[in-house]
C-alpha cells in the first residue's frame, strides 16, 4: 500500500514563501514519479508540477514557471515544493500524487496519478 502524506501549508501573506513537503511511504522500490496538483472549491484540479523518478526532468504549469520549483530529496521518498512570491489566488489545497512511470509521458492530467495524498491548505492573504 502506497501511502503520501503532505505537509508544510499554512496562512501566509501575499509576497511570502512557503515550502510543501511529500513523503511517499510503502512502495518504495517502485520508480514513481510525483506531482502536485491544487483545487479551489467548484473547480477541477488544476496541474502544477510535476517531476520524474531520478529528479532530472521538472514540469510546471506555463503560469507558475518561475514562482514555483519541485525537488526530489536523494532517497527519492520526498518531493518538495517551493513556492515564492505568493499570491492570493495560490490559495487552494495542494495535493502531492504518485504515478508508477520513471518518466511519465503525460504529467499534467491527474487521472495519470494512482496514489493521492489527502492535501495541504494554503492560502495566502492580500
Known amino acids: 500500500q502506497v501511502q503520501l502524506a503532505e505537509s508544510g501549508g499554512g496562512l501566509v501573506q501575499a509576497g511570502d514563501s512557503l515550502r510543501l513537503s511529500c513523503a511517499l511511504s510503502?512502495?518504495?522500490?517502485?520508480?514513481?514519479?510525483m506531482g502536485w496538483f491544487r483545487q479551489t472549491p467548484g473547480k477541477q484540479r488544476e496541474f502544477v508540477a510535476a517531476?520524474?523518478?531520478?529528479?532530472?526532468?521538472?514540469f510546471y504549469a506555463d503560469s507558475l514557471k518561475g514562482r514555483f520549483t519541485i525537488s526530489r530529496g536523494n532517497a527519492k521518498n520526498m518531493v518538495y515544493l517551493q513556492m515564492n512570491s505568493l499570491k492570493p489566488e495560490d490559495t487552494a489545497v495542494y495535493f502531492c500524487?504518485?504515478?508508477?512511470?520513471?518518466?511519465?509521458?503525460?504529467?499534467?492530467?491527474?487521472?495519470?496519478?494512482?496514489?493521492w495524498g489527502q492535501g495541504a491548505q494554503v492560502t495566502v492573504s492580500s
Open positions: 510503502g512502495r518504495t522500490f517502485v520508480s514513481f514519479s
Open positions: 517531476i520524474n523518478w531520478s529528479g532530472g526532468r521538472a
Open positions: 500524487a504518485a504515478q508508477t512511470y520513471p518518466d511519465p509521458p503525460v504529467v499534467g492530467d491527474p487521472v495519470r496519478y494512482q496514489y
